[in-house]
């Protein structure tokens, strides 16, 4: 087993943890993870979404490996019963990299997760994250409106945050003053008020609302909608004058009303304020390096025929030195957008299925995700098989 050449044993524990992270920044993951098992210290890198397993090392090293990132992170070396939070920071490439370190205690000993967060990519423009021309275009309209509730959606690592921050960085300019709330700050904005909530201390999402709006915000930004309060709360912020972007977890736009109704929220308050809602998946980009066309192989056929993509050949990728031999590198969203119109309100009201959501939003031009994932699996830009792991 060795790093760059070198034994473990030759190294010291502050240069083998140097090692491993310094190893994932250069990857571009996003998180570390050491986990003890039976008879090791198991590590694997997230890498665009998935794990991937790294050289191992002995379990006669794991304690000190693991106490080594305890303390960079100022968490008690001791306290191996209950989790920990805590955090540091590293300088690459003349940058500095914040690292989030969370212990969980198992059978074997702890899992250590390092949170890798890169402030040189924090925020990216809303143009390059991936949206159709004609979905930004509507998307950009929404949030340049006056006032407004706007939902991001999707599962976790979906990348809502990332959009939020990309349509905050749109809209930022000196004459508008922009609040957030977040659970927790992510990446610090220029020129933007940041605030972290502290359930501990009784500061919520709700009770923080409140507070914002007596800031004289222009645009308010929730990281994240998790229950009625916080719900009636964002939507009343919409009702008084203010555009308010926010997350919430559904599965699609659609779903997303017939959440909001279940929260209790009443269907003439969200006429009143619902502006849109956009859902996101992220699916990882065939590496430009060592893409390649082929013919679909028989299963592939019968995928695409269910989905009713009509395709001669299909875009795959070797695996190159470019992309670590993995195929892929990179991640770009899928989107899906629904705009809230007369007909959609006035279905509301008569508290509908979910059915009925969607056979509107269809006839007014609504694309659900997996039209989106097709184009871009026309386009060569993902794999057929990545659509199938992010859509089906």
């Known amino acids: 087993m060795s790093i760059h050449g070198q034994n473990f044993d030759e190294l010291s524990v502050v240069k083998i943890v140097d090692n491993v992270v310094f190893s994932a920044i250069n990857r571009s993951a996003s998180d570390i993870h050491l986990e003890s098992t039976q008879d090791k210290l198991r590590i694997r890198f997230r890498i665009d979404g998935l794990l991937y397993d790294q050289s191992n090392f002995p379990l006669s090293q794991a304690a000190q490996i693991l106490s080594r990132i305890k303390i960079l992170a100022h968490l008690n070396i001791a306290e191996k019963r209950i989790p ?26 702890e899992k250590l997760v390092i949170r890798i967060l890169d402030r040189s990519h924090m925020v990216i423009a809303l ?58 700050v992510e990446y610090n904005l220029i020129n933007v008020t940041q605030g972290q909530i502290k359930p501990d201390a009784g500061f919520t999402f709700a009770k923080g609302i409140r507070s914002m709006l007596r800031q004289d915000p222009d645009i308010v930004m929730i990281g994240e909608v998790r229950d009625k309060e916080t719900a009636r709360s964002a939507i009343e912020a919409a009702l008084t004058g203010h555009m308010v972007l926010s997350t919430v ?12 109704m279940d929260m209790g929220i009443e269907p003439f308050l969200l006429n009143a304020a619902l502006t849109g809602v956009l859902s996101q998946r992220l699916a990882r980009k065939l590496c430009n390096a060592c893409k390649f066309f082929r013919k679909p192989a028989d299963q592939e056929q019968v995928i695409l025929k269910k989905i009713k993509l009509d395709l001669e050949t299909i875009s795959d990728a070797r695996g190159c030195d470019a992309c670590f031999k993995v195929g892929y590198k990179g991640r770009i969203g899928i989107y899906e957008l629904l705009e ?24 007014e031009g609504y694309k659900p995700l997996l039209e989106d994932a097709k184009d871009k699996v026309k386009q060569g830009i993902i794999s057929l098989q990545e659509l199938v792991r992010v859509i089906l």
């Open 340 to 363: 809230m119109s007369h007909a959609l309100r006035a279905l509301i009201v008569q508290q509908p299925v979910f059915e009925a959501i969607f056979a509107q939003a269809e006839k």
């Open 127 to 184: 143009k390059t994250l991936g949206m159709q021309q004609s979905l930004y275009e509507k998307f950009s309209a929404l949030i340049q409106k006056q006032n407004g509730f706007l939902l991001v959606t999707g599962p976790t690592g979906s990348g809502k945050t990332t959009t939020l921050y990309a349509a905050l960085l749109l809209l930022n300019s000196p004459e508008k003053n922009i609040i957030t709330l977040e659970d927790p």
């Open 84 to 109: 920990q939070d805590g955090k540091f920071s590293v300088v690459h490439n003349s940058h500095a990299i914040d690292l989030r370190v969370s212990s969980f205690p198992s059978v074997y000993g």
């Open 249 to 260: 977890h559904t599965n699609d736009a659609p779903s997303t009303i017939m959440r909001l």
